[in-house]
T-cell receptor
Framework: KAGVTQTPRYLIKTRGQQVTLSCSPI?????VSWYQQTPGQGLQFLFE???????NKGNFPGRFSGRQFSNSRSEMNVSTLELGDSALYLC??????????????FGQGTRLTVV | SQQGEEDPQALSIQEGENATMNCSYK?????LQWYRQNSGRGLVHLIL?????REKHSGRLRVTLDTSKKSSSLLITASRAADTASYFC??????????????FGRGTSLIVHP
């Protein structure tokens, strides 16, 4: 069973540009969550998608957006990049069932560096 | 603010020793999960313990949960150099739509010296 796949693994962008990250969840998983990890703030929840709908959202500005496709693959977009957006972006997939007594499985992450 | 907070922030031990990490949280939970992260990589799920469970084992891992104290501990027995990683606890209530979003602490950095 394939795990969670994130592409690309590494990315270097210039301030002001925009970037799109991709996440393919485990087959059969309908929930995809995105996290930002930085040394200073730790793991911060960005948003969760379930069946192509954003179901929950963290406290990030509108420059951070996402979407989910019918095959459950998800993309995350960051517009007008700032230096502070440099981070490891992780996505996690799960069954997303009500009550949530299931594990979340993480991808290897995309390391974004903004210069 | 983070829901789960791990303690200690860093732990350095010799191979063969046991390592104990603690997690405290603030609100009621459905379950608590422990994850491991090797440097700069994704998180690996270790174990999930439900709110009605008190102890759970998986190989060399032992997790306890005390809901009255809102705390959990992760014990790694007979540690190995390969156990060197950051360990996170994740908690969170069910949110809107029934989804469960793990909320992470800052982690415990474990170093096991060979």
């Amino acid at each position: 069973k394939a795990g969670v796949t994130q592409t690309p693994r590494y990315l270097i962008k210039t301030r002001g540009q925009q970037v799109t990250l991709s996440c393919s969840p485990i087959s059969g998983h309908r929930s995809v969550s995105w996290y930002q990890q930085t040394p200073g703030q730790g793991l911060q929840f960005l948003f969760e998608y379930f069946s192509e709908t954003q179901r929950n959202k963290g406290n990030f500005p509108g420059r951070f957006s996402g979407r989910q496709f019918s095959n459950s693959r998800s993309e995350m977009n960051v517009s007008t990049l700032e230096l502070g957006d440099s981070a490891l972006y992780l996505c996690a997939s799960s069954l997303g069932t009500v009550g949530g007594n299931t594990e979340a499985f993480f991808g290897q992450g995309t390391r974004l560096t903004v210069v | 603010s983070q829901q789960g907070e791990e303690d200690p922030q860093a732990l350095s031990i010799q191979e063969g020793e046991n390592a104990t990490m603690n997690c405290s949280y603030k609100t009621s939970i459905n379950n608590l999960q422990w994850y491991r992260q090797n440097s700069g990589r994704g998180l690996v799920h270790l174990i999930l313990i439900r709110s009605n469970e008190r102890e759970k084992h998986s190989g060399r891992l032992r997790v306890t949960l005390d809901t009255s104290k809102k705390s959990s501990s992760l014990l790694i027995t007979a540690s190995r150099a390969a156990d060197t990683a950051s360990y996170f606890c994740a908690t969170g209530p069910a949110l809107s739509g029934g989804s469960y979003i793990p909320t992470f602490g800052r982690g415990t950095s474990l170093i096991v010296h060979p």
